[in-house]
């Protein structure tokens, strides 16, 4: 008896249930292109935070992606910084969201200047420039995530 994956696609036509298929490392079986990853969120170093990011998408899944998603909730960050100021080589987009407006704020620090971001919001760091983000409010359900618009974390 074999053991399934604990999450599968379903096939869109019939013959697509006979049709063989390799699985990229981590994920799960494929038909037709589409690819499904269990193996997440993946805890990796990034240069300025105290601890390994959860990554929700990386650059070496689905045979390489041109973006890395990290972040999580943040309502346990509250007054509790993640990182030191730090700099990509890439883009960075913050998406800050809460189950209601206005349900999170951060404090994020870009280049020496302050912004203040209430949910929901979006805020780009260029790529370069030296940036934190320090929560100071977030109701239970409210998320920060880091878009890197590349792979260089």
Do not use: K, W
Not at 10 to 18: G, I, Q
Not at 47 to 57: D, E, I, N, S, T
Not at 91 to 100: A, G, K, M, R, W
Not at 101 to 111: E, N, S
């Amino acid at each position: 008896m074999t053991t399934e994956p604990a999450t599968t696609e379903l096939p869109s036509t019939a013959a697509d249930f006979n049709t063989p298929t390799v699985p990229a490392e981590g994920g799960a079986p494929v038909a037709n292109g589409a690819e499904i990853r269990t193996d997440i969120p993946q805890f990796l170093p990034v240069a300025g935070h105290h601890a390994p990011a959860p990554f929700y998408l990386t650059a070496d899944m689905f045979g390489g992606v041109p973006v890395e998603l990290a972040g999580g909730p943040i309502t346990h960050l509250v007054g509790r910084p993640v990182a030191d100021p730090h700099r990509h080589a890439v883009d960075e987009i913050y998406f800050l969201v809460s189950p209601n407006p206005g349900g999170a704020r951060i404090d994020v620090l870009v280049d020496g200047e302050r912004h203040e971001l209430t949910s929901p919001a979006l805020l780009r760091v260029p790529a370069g420039a030296e940036h934190r983000f320090l929560t100071l409010e977030a109701e239970p359900g409210s998320y920060c995530f880091g878009l890197l618009l590349g792979s260089e974390r």
